[in-house]
């Protein structure tokens, strides 16, 4: 009788296991942009430089090199979105990098994760109140 609940009770672990980690994978974001009016979420991969080094060591190495520019990723993500942006006046929008940097500035990294090769997954959060508006009038703003 305990062998049968002892093995029962490793099989419902096993399951629930399973379900969790189908849950956690499908939680990563599969490209940029907002999630809501007050965040962006920029997702940078960045594969790793070496090819014959442990796992570890191409980890460490991706990580690296996305950390160091990871602020220029996130406003070419941004810059990509100010793209899509309408202005009542304007057919072609003319985007100012610095206009947007100011808004990258604040971000930081809120999820990692790597895939099977060593390629990092850094998403790069920027929050603000009404974030999407600001950004839209940022851009739709005339240069004087």
Same mark, same amino acid.
């Given at each position: 009788?305990?062998?049968?609940?002892?093995?029962?009770f490793?099989?419902?672990?096993?399951?629930a296991?399973s379900?969790?980690q189908?849950t956690a994978?499908n939680e990563?974001?599969e &490209?940029?942009g907002f999630?809501? #009016?007050?965040?962006?979420?920029?997702l940078i =991969?960045v594969? /790793?430089?070496m090819?014959?080094a442990?796992l570890?060591?191409?980890?460490e190495?991706?990580?690296i090199?996305?950390k160091?520019?990871?602020?220029?990723f996130?406003?070419?993500e941004?810059i &990509?979105y100010?793209?899509t942006? #309408?202005?009542e006046?304007?057919?072609v929008? =003319?985007?100012? /990098?610095?206009r947007?940097?100011k808004?990258v500035?604040?971000?930081?990294?809120s999820d990692?994760?790597?895939?099977?090769?060593?390629?990092v997954?850094?998403?790069y959060?920027?929050?603000?109140?009404?974030?999407?508006?600001?950004v839209d009038n940022e851009?739709c703003?005339?240069k004087?």
């Amino acid at each position: 009788m305990k062998q049968a609940f002892i093995i029962i009770f490793i099989f419902l672990m096993g399951v629930a296991c399973s379900q969790f980690q189908k849950t956690a994978s499908n939680e990563y974001i599969e &490209s940029s942009g907002f999630s809501d #009016k007050n965040t962006f979420r920029a997702l940078i =991969k960045v594969s /790793p430089e070496m090819r014959d080094a442990s796992l570890i060591e191409r980890r460490e190495n991706a990580y690296i090199k996305a950390k160091v520019e990871i602020r220029q990723f996130a406003l070419l993500e941004l810059i &990509s979105y100010a793209r899509t942006v #309408k202005c009542e006046n304007e057919s072609v929008q =003319k985007i100012d /990098p610095n206009r947007l940097n100011k808004f990258v500035q604040g971000g930081y990294i809120s999820d990692e994760y790597y895939d099977p090769d060593g390629t990092v997954n850094l998403i790069y959060s920027i929050k603000a109140k009404s974030l999407r508006n600001k950004v839209d009038n940022e851009v739709c703003k005339k240069k004087k």
